[in-house]
């Protein structure tokens, strides 16, 4: 069964230092999603994506964040600068078109980051 | 805003015991719930939903009654069994109307169920 990947599994970095995300959705799927949980915290909603730019963003997702689609298979988030709040596990999703509205999303496993 | 509301966790059940995890939520408009799962090592995957009131959603054992009239999402289970040791996720989509179709979610509820 199709899934969507995510790596790395788990990222220590250093305050200040950039990350990157990486995440692999389901071939055929045209709407992406970033998800964040800080431990103890509700799941939340970072960013989504649709043909090649950026659908809806939330608060958090300011400028020191980006989301990209460099080769029509990867979709990253990048955080410029981490903070020590940047620490959570990030979610990446993905959704077929005709499921757009639907709240029926395919996720990754996530991706733990611990910020120093 | 729109907001999810789940019982905390961690909840520890003996096999065959009886599940219920509470969800309750507030929203604009007429938002359709999910519960999502995520087994451990895997991404979270959508284990039932309901669209409108009083619809019950139901898989793999589980069910949840869409309450409008409690703002309630429970999710049920009769008999469970170690393989649905999992983190229960609540989660609701409202259409806003300016277009907004992310999910808002619950902070989950670790199930652990054991022999």
């Known amino acids: 069964e199709p899934e969507v990947t995510q790596t790395p599994s788990h990222q220590v970095t250093q305050m200040g230092q950039e990350v990157i995300l990486r995440c692999v959705p389901i071939?055929?799927?045209?709407?992406f999603y970033w998800y964040r949980q800080i431990l103890g915290q509700k799941v939340e909603f970072l960013v989504s994506?649709?043909?090649?730019?950026?659908?809806?963003k939330s608060e958090i997702f300011d400028d020191q964040f980006s989301v990209e689609r460099p080769d029509g298979s990867n979709f990253t988030l990048k955080i410029r600068s981490t903070k020590l709040e940047d620490s959570a596990m990030y979610f990446c999703?993905?959704?077929?078109?005709?499921?757009?509205?639907?709240?029926?999303?395919?996720f990754g496993e996530g991706s733990r980051l611990t910020v120093l | 805003g729109d907001s999810v509301t789940q019982m905390e966790g961690p909840v520890t059940l003996s096999e065959e015991a009886f599940l219920t995890i509470n969800c309750t939520y507030t929203?604009?408009?007429?938002?359709?719930l999910f519960w999502y799962v995520q087994y451990p090592g895997e991404g979270l995957q959508l284990l039932l939903k309901?669209?409108?009131?009083?619809d019950k959603g139901s898989n793999k054992g589980f069910e949840a009654t869409y309450r409008k009239e409690t703002t309630s999402f429970h999710l049920e289970k009769g008999s469970v069994q170690v393989s649905d040791s999992a983190v229960y996720f609540c989660?609701?989509?409202?259409?806003?109307?300016?277009?907004?179709?992310?999910?808002?979610f619950g902070k989950g509820t670790k199930l652990s169920v054991i022999p």
């Open positions: 994506f649709y043909n090649n730019e950026i659908s809806e």
């Open positions: 071939s055929n799927h045209l709407y």
């Open positions: 999703a993905s959704q077929h078109g005709a499921q757009r509205g639907t709240g029926e999303l395919f």
């Open positions: 989660a609701l989509i409202a259409y806003s109307g300016a277009g907004s179709y992310q999910l808002t």
């Open positions: 309901a669209t409108k009131a009083d």
């Open positions: 929203a604009t408009g007429y938002p359709s």
